[in-house]
């Protein structure tokens, strides 16, 4: 009985340092950002979508999506961000003045429109004039 009862003490007091360590509360303070990125067009997850973090004009991390579409940044500093999302063939997508706050997870999900790139090719017919 007294081995029990040493064990559950010592059991006890490891529990409550470890939450004494970390202020009662998780440590984690810097924010993540996550998301999906879809195709506007149909709705469908696009992969390799290159996201960069900027914070105050610094490059702050990039992430590449996955087959999913999904996203993850984290632990970004608190602050004002800038998102840009480029996939080659899709429009760059912007996303400015995001705010980021500490102990704050945030999600963004994004649709992407294809580019349209018009080949501007001689036409074969010609025209005589007599």
Do not use: C, H, W
């Not at 960069?52 to 991390?61: D, F, H, I, P, S």
């Not at 602050?79 to 003045?97: L, S």
């Not at 997870?105 to 007599?130: G, H, K, T, W």
């Amino acid at each position: 009985m007294r081995n029990k009862t040493f064990l559950l003490v010592f059991l006890l007091m490891g529990t409550m340092a470890t939450f004494a360590n970390t202020g009662g509360k998780d440590r984690k303070e810097d924010p993540d950002m996550n998301g999906i990125i879809i195709q506007s067009e149909n709705g469908r997850p696009l992969k390799d979508v290159s996201i960069t973090a900027y914070n105050a004009t610094r490059k702050e991390k990039t992430a590449i999506t996955d087959v999913n579409g999904n996203f993850s940044l984290t632990d970004l500093k608190p602050g004002v961000y800038k998102f840009i999302f480029q996939k080659d063939g899709f429009k760059r997508v912007v996303k400015e003045k995001i705010i980021l706050k500490t102990n704050e997870d945030y999600q963004m999900n994004i649709e992407m429109a294809e580019e349209v790139i018009y080949d501007l090719m001689p036409s074969p017919l010609r025209f005589n004039s007599r």
